[in-house]
């Protein structure tokens, strides 16, 4: 499975970004995915996943409600729209995804075996 990021960039505190993810390499029905951020010097943290062949989403608490999952099996593509950026949700944002299901669940980076090569997003005035 091959994972590419884009749609990240720099946006004042309340505004909005579309992160995309395009996968490829496994068919869809067969893969499980997420969206992790990272800033420098702590772990990569959590922020949402999503199972395609459900639409089943989940999102971390810090996500829940300003955030958005969604997927286009025709472009293969998963989406996550965030809306009311805060300062504390810059990071480099990292999409991965595991064939089948989360071994270990789906807030574990050890169920993930393929990652993208992450978009920077940055909230500041």
């Known amino acids: 499975v091959q994972l590419v990021e884009s749609g990240g960039g720099s946006v004042q505190p309340g505004g909005s970004l579309r992160l995309s993810c395009a996968a490829s390499g496994s068919p869809f029905r067969d893969i499980a995915m997420g969206w992790w951020r990272q800033v420098p010097g702590k772990e990569r943290e959590f922020v949402g996943a999503?199972?395609?062949?459900?639409?089943?989403?989940y999102y971390s608490d810090s996500a829940k409600g300003r955030f958005t999952l969604s997927g286009d099996g025709a472009e293969s593509t998963m989406y996550l729209q965030m809306n009311s950026l805060v300062p504390e949700d810059t990071a480099i944002y990292f999409c991965?995804?595991?064939?089948?299901?989360?071994?270990?669940?789906?807030?574990?980076?050890?169920?993930?075996?393929?990652w993208g090569q992450g978009t920077q997003v940055t909230v500041s005035l």
């Open positions: 999503y199972r395609w062949s459900t639409g089943s989403t």
């Open positions: 991965a995804a595991t064939t089948g299901t989360w071994s270990w669940g789906f807030r574990s980076t050890r169920s993930y075996e393929y």
